[in-house]
């Protein structure tokens, strides 16, 4: 059975630090006043730190349904938070992409199998090349600032500073995938994932040049594809398509196209009075 836990690693968490402290063994990190945990198992471990560190603020992020109904049975007051996480599925046959459901990834597909258009000239096309490594990180971060300024009315913006963060600090914490799309030597698009197991993979970050219309489609059904051939040898393979930040929008981007196993409720906690809180334990 698969589970959202199962994807919770330490390069996911890592995703989500920026410039702030890890704590110990990765379960979460300190920002200024608080302890924000992604590991339910140490709750009461960072309740006794508080003790003696004053009024600490503890948040507990991407807790499972399980989880949090177990934090339940503790009784503390809190407020909370519902996002989703939706894990897609993946088997040899969605490749095909045949039928009604897929025509929009056939579209994109076809609009890009003789390679990128000229923006000036739609007539010339320049060959698509997939590389595992960029020509050079500069190229990442002018297509993060461009990505920016094509969605600037965007409410992720602020994520810009978190991926630059785990690139420069983090990148090689775990078994990191990238894929980097080029035409005409200028990166495209690019999608960087961690492989969790022999069938998991979180999708950590990815971006594409909004000039080409639906190029993600592409994007991703190609990077998809890569994983099914380089890694998992045809096999059925599981990706978390990463939380939805409790936007509907979001949610129905993430599983407008692909085939999802489950879409995963997650909670973001907040324990409210960490100092009387303290009390009961």
Same mark, same amino acid.
């Given at each position: 059975?698969?589970?959202?836990?199962?994807?919770?690693?330490?390069?996911?968490?890592?995703?989500?630090?920026?410039?702030?402290?890890?704590?110990?063994?990765?379960?979460?990190?300190?920002?200024?006043?608080?302890?924000?945990?992604?590991?339910?198992?140490?709750?009461?471990?960072?309740?006794?730190?508080?003790?003696?560190?004053?009024?600490?603020?503890?948040?507990?992020?991407?807790?499972?349904?399980?989880?949090?109904?177990?934090?339940?049975?503790?009784?503390?007051?809190?407020?909370?938070?519902?996002?989703?996480?939706?894990?897609?599925?993946?088997?040899?046959?969605?490749?095909?992409?045949?039928?009604?459901?897929?025509?929009?990834?056939?579209?994109?597909?076809?609009?890009?199998?003789?390679?990128?258009?000229?923006?000036?000239?739609?007539?010339?096309?320049?060959?698509?090349?997939?590389?595992?490594?960029?020509?050079?990180?500069?190229?990442?971060?002018?297509?993060?600032?461009?990505?920016? $300024? %094509?969605?600037? +009315?965007?409410? #992720?913006?602020?994520?810009? /500073?978190?991926?630059?963060?785990? !690139? *420069?600090? =983090? @990148? &090689?914490?775990?078994?990191?995938?990238?894929?980097?799309?080029?035409?005409?030597?200028?990166?495209?698009?690019?999608?960087?994932? $961690? %492989?969790?197991? +022999?069938?998991? #993979?979180?999708?950590?970050? /990815?971006?594409?040049?909004?000039? !080409? *219309?639906? =190029? @993600? &489609?592409?994007?991703?059904?190609?990077?998809?594809?890569?994983?099914?051939?380089?890694?998992?040898?045809?096999?059925?393979?599981?990706?978390?398509?990463? +939380?939805?930040?409790?936007?509907?929008?979001?949610?129905?981007?993430?599983?407008?196209?692909?085939?999802?196993?489950?879409?995963?409720?997650?909670?973001?906690?907040?324990?409210?009075?960490?100092?009387?809180?303290?009390?009961?334990?």
């Amino acid at each position: 059975m698969v589970t959202y836990d199962q994807f919770i690693t330490k390069s996911l968490i890592a995703s989500y630090i920026s410039g702030r402290e890890p704590l110990n063994d990765f379960v979460g990190y300190k920002n200024k006043d608080e302890f924000v945990l992604f590991k339910f198992d140490v709750l009461d471990e960072y309740l006794e730190v508080s003790k003696f560190l004053g009024n600490v603020v503890i948040k507990l992020r991407n807790l499972t349904e399980s989880q949090y109904q177990e934090f339940l049975k503790r009784n503390i007051k809190h407020t909370k938070t519902s996002l989703h996480s939706p894990i897609y599925i993946f088997t040899k046959d969605f490749f095909k992409l045949d039928g009604h459901k897929y025509k929009k990834l056939r579209q994109s597909m076809s609009n890009f199998k003789n390679g990128i258009p000229d923006l000036e000239n739609k007539d010339i096309f320049y060959p698509i090349e997939i590389k595992t490594k960029p020509n050079n990180q500069q190229d990442v971060i002018d297509l993060i600032h461009l990505w920016k $300024e %094509q969605r600037k +009315d965007a409410h #992720f913006q602020f994520f810009i /500073g978190y991926e630059k963060n785990y !690139y *420069k600090n =983090f @990148f &090689n914490l775990g078994k990191n995938i990238g894929l980097y799309f080029y035409a005409n030597d200028v990166l495209i698009g690019y999608n960087v994932l $961690e %492989q969790v197991d +022999d069938n998991k #993979f979180n999708l950590l970050y /990815g971006k594409t040049d909004m000039n !080409y *219309k639906r =190029f @993600f &489609n592409y994007m991703d059904v190609s990077t998809y594809k890569y994983l099914l051939d380089n890694f998992v040898n045809g096999d059925e393979f599981f990706v978390n398509s990463g +939380d939805t930040g409790g936007d509907q929008s979001m949610l129905d981007f993430k599983t407008k196209h692909f085939d999802v196993l489950d879409i995963c409720p997650i909670y973001n906690v907040t324990i409210d009075n960490t100092k009387k809180i303290n009390k009961i334990f």
